[in-house]
């Protein structure tokens, strides 16, 4: 079975532009996940939707930041402005919204903003 | 805040068992214990998770304690593979809207030849 899919797996931009990270979830999977990892502040959750519907975006560092969930099959992360600070590695992980379901995870996308 | 305690490191020697403890005192009765593995680069792997009994599958067994307030991860016979950082992590399934993860630091397990 395909796993959760990330795209790109690496991206290098500058500060100012805007970064789109892509995921697929598995099929099946009605709750989606995007998490960041950084040495200083370990794994963080940015938002998670259920059923594409976005249920807790208290993560989300600041208004640079959206995420949406047009369909079942597809999520993005966009970062408009983005600044240094936002280098990191972005985690998207998918489950069936059931009690005990384990979070499947990507294998990220690290970025790097110079 | 995580709600677990783990060692932040771990020595194993290769092929024998590693027994990884974690702490959870203030667990709930709708709260289930996962365990996860994230080896360098890589996205965390879900490795097991229990609520109240012990469980066991193809990658390790998971000892939870009577009271629910610790538990220990078991790998039976560790490889040098088996390197990796490892999350216990408490997480509410009560209802429609799962709980999110809330990573700690975890535990550096260092399996050594």
């Known amino acids: 079975d395909a796993g959760v899919i990330q795209s790109p797996r690496h991206e290098v931009t500058e500060m100012g532009q805007e970064v789109t990270l892509r995921c697929k979830p598995i099929?099946?999977?009605?709750?989606l996940f995007w998490y960041r990892q950084t040495m200083m502040r370990g794994l963080e959750l940015l938002i998670y939707?259920?059923?594409?519907?976005?249920?807790?975006d208290s993560g989300m560092p600041e208004d640079r930041f959206s995420a949406k969930m047009p369909n079942a099959s597809f999520s993005t992360l966009k970062i408009q402005p983005s600044e240094p600070r936002d280098s990191a590695v972005y985690f998207c992980?998918?489950?069936?919204?059931?009690?005990?379901?384990?979070?499947?995870f990507g294998n990220g996308t690290r970025l790097t903003v110079t | 805040d995580a709600k677990t305690t783990q060692p932040p490191s771990m020595d194993c020697a290769e092929g024998r068992a590693a027994n990884l403890p974690c702490n959870h005192s203030t667990i709930s009765g709708n709260e289930y214990v996962y365990w996860y593995r994230q080896i360098h680069s890589q996205g965390p792997q879900y490795i097991i998770h229990?609520?109240?009994n012990n469980e066991t599958n193809e990658m390790a067994s998971l000892i939870i304690t009577e009271d629910r307030k610790s538990s220990t991860l078991i790998l039976p016979h560790a490889t040098l593979r088996d390197t990796a950082v490892y999350y216990c992590i408490v997480r509410d399934n009560y209802g429609g809207s799962q709980g999110n993860l809330i990573f700690g630091k975890g535990t550096k397990l260092s399996v050594k030849p």
């Open positions: 229990g609520l109240k």
């Open positions: 992980a998918s489950t069936r919204d059931r009690a005990g379901s384990p979070l499947h």
């Open positions: 939707f259920n059923n594409n519907v976005p249920i807790d």
């Open positions: 099929s099946g999977h009605n709750s």
